[in-house]
């Protein structure tokens, strides 16, 4: 092909294997290979010599030799609560001391204790908090975020935190999704109705005014938000056109995923307690299953099922959940805790944090595979296969990331 008027943005070439996902959720591996992006979109992948002769890595502006490494799709992280001032560590260890996330909760900590240190907060220093967190995900391959706001819980707080939120997707090379949270828990001293009664009043018309979000999420739990108050907040959201989004099944069983499969929800995360009926409503309802690994690991808790799922045919995503709950920014280490704690293969891991977690958010179909047409966002592992992202835990297994075909990151 002539790239005349055409920008050849970049050539990897010479991988061990490009790694991409098929319309079936398949890998499809190309050995000894090589991919051409141009104008920042995929444009081909096959054996280097063909490639190479047509789309000369001298013509490119960024040109990778990836001998002896392995390419893969780059990262979405389709579930966080980047957003986040103040330290929690010290929660970590009451938690391996034996206190629960609700005692923590109910005496102050947790969440609510991030709300005071976030309401503290200058944006500026919530901005330089996220942008440096977006810095670590870039480099271990994360090319997509979803961002939850969520740590206001009052409407000028919320409010900032989305517009933080939206200065950090123009600023960063990480592709930033915004969420509103309003319904996260909640605040000290309120009724819960009251509460409710306030998100969808003033919460989200304020919101949906500055088109700031994308997605509406509720954490719908035992002892924070019910079901109905959950609907009620979901349904005020989607009156001012935002998807909705459900933290269904995580500490206790209360019925959110049916919840999301009744509003057609994008996606219903955690799942820890769902039963082979919410699977079954997930399956039938096309919610996309976000499966969070480090929050189980973190909380010590019992992992989702995520065999059970894949068996009956969904298309698990799973995310980092990052959070000072969860302080993991690391979507490889999510894939190795998907593969030794939840029974996950290797490459289910893989396309459960790309294609599917690209489902999650609502992208543009073949976001996160690498096929002909979509996005130049690519991650070059110091590594020979894909294998290693989830077999080399604990370690970053990546090297070089590419957004939009441009190195936006090198080890
Ligand atoms: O997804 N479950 C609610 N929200 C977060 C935790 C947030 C926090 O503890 O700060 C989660 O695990
Ligand atoms: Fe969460």
Known sequence: MSVHNSDLTAVVHDANEI???????????????????????????????????????????????????????????????????????????????????????????????????????????????????????LAHGTTTVEVKSGYGLDTETELRMLDVINRADDQHAVNVVPTFMGAHAIPEGRDADDYV???????????????????CDVFCE?????????????????????????????????GGTQLAAELGATSADHLLHATQGDIDVVVESGVVPVLLPGTAFGLGAEFA????????????????????????????????LSCVEMGMTPAESLVAGTKHAGMALDMPDGSGTLQPGTPGDIAVLDAPSYVHVPYNFGVNAVETVLKDGKVVHRA
């Open 305 to 336: 099922d995520a065999r059970a799922f894949l068996d009956a045919g969904a298309p698990v995503a799973i995310a980092t959940d990052f959070n000072p709950n969860c302080y993991s920014q690391s979507m490889g280490f999510a894939t190795s």
């Open 19 to 137: 790694v991409t996902i098929e319309e079936d959720g398949s890998l499809g591996i190309y050995e000894d290979a090589a991919i051409a992006v141009v104008d920042g979109k995929i444009e081909r992948i096959g054996a280097t010599g063909p490639v190479t002769r047509e789309f000369s890595p001298e013509d490119a502006t960024h040109a990778i030799d990836a001998s002896g490494k392995a390419v893969v799709p780059g990262f979405i992280d389709p579930h966080t609560h980047a957003l986040f001032a103040g330290d929690r560590s010290d929660e970590f260890e009451a938690k391996l001391q034996g206190k629960t996330y609700q005692e923590i909760l109910a005496d102050g900590g947790g969440i609510l204790r991030t709300v005071r240190a976030v309401r503290d907060a200058s944006d500026e220093e919530l901005l330089s908090n996220l942008l440096s967190h977006l810095d670590t995900m």
């Open 197 to 215: 009664d306030e998100v969808i009043e003033k919460q989200i018309p304020a919101i949906a005014e500055q088109g700031i979000a994308q997605f």
């Open 222 to 254: 035992e002892g924070v938000f019910s079901v109905e108050q959950s609907r009620r907040v979901l349904e005020a959201g989607e009156e001012y056109g935002l998807t909705p989004k459900v933290h269904a099944e995580e500490l206790a069983h209360i």
